[in-house]
């Protein structure tokens, strides 16, 4: 009808990971810890981690169907820097550039995964004084 619009409104969620291991299978419990199986619509719709492809390959080789609808994204900085052109799979499944609801219309990044690295990183900065608190009453 004249005098109507429409729009189209795109909900994401994205989660960035700093985990200090290089083993796959401490990410994957952690993720069923935050995002439990119990409650799948809590995953969210984009994990961002500088180790996805492992994470990715790790979880199809064991079967683990559980994160089959979230995508694996290696941030921006390290599928540049870091990852190998040549490592096919990467390129395939976890390239930023190869999901386009990442890109704004003006072809910027809709999420800074820089920014969130960094924060991730203040963040820890703060982890081993927290460990060390203890509960107030």
Same mark, same amino acid.
């Given at each position: ?7 189209a409104?795109?909900?994401? #969620? ?9 083993? #796959? ?52 900085f ?18 930023p ?23 991730? #990183? ?16």
């Amino acid at each position: 009808a004249e005098g109507q619009h429409s729009v189209a409104v795109r909900f994401y #969620t994205f989660i960035s990971l700093r985990v200090r291991s290089s083993n #796959t299978h401490p990410i994957q419990a952690f993720l069923k810890a935050v995002f439990p199986p119990d409650y799948p619509s809590s995953l969210p719709c984009y994990i961002f981690y500088d180790n996805a492809c492992q994470v990715l390959i790790h979880l199809q080789a064991s079967g683990d169907l559980y994160f089959h609808q979230a995508c694996w994204v290696v941030d921006v900085f390290h599928s540049y820097e870091k990852h190998k052109a040549d490592h096919q799979f990467c390129q395939k499944y976890c390239n930023p550039a190869g999901f386009p609801d990442l890109r704004s219309e003006d072809e910027n990044w809709t999420f800074n995964s820089s920014a969130a690295e960094q924060a991730n #990183t203040w963040y820890g900065a703060f982890q081993a004084l927290v460990r060390e608190m203890r509960r107030v009453k």
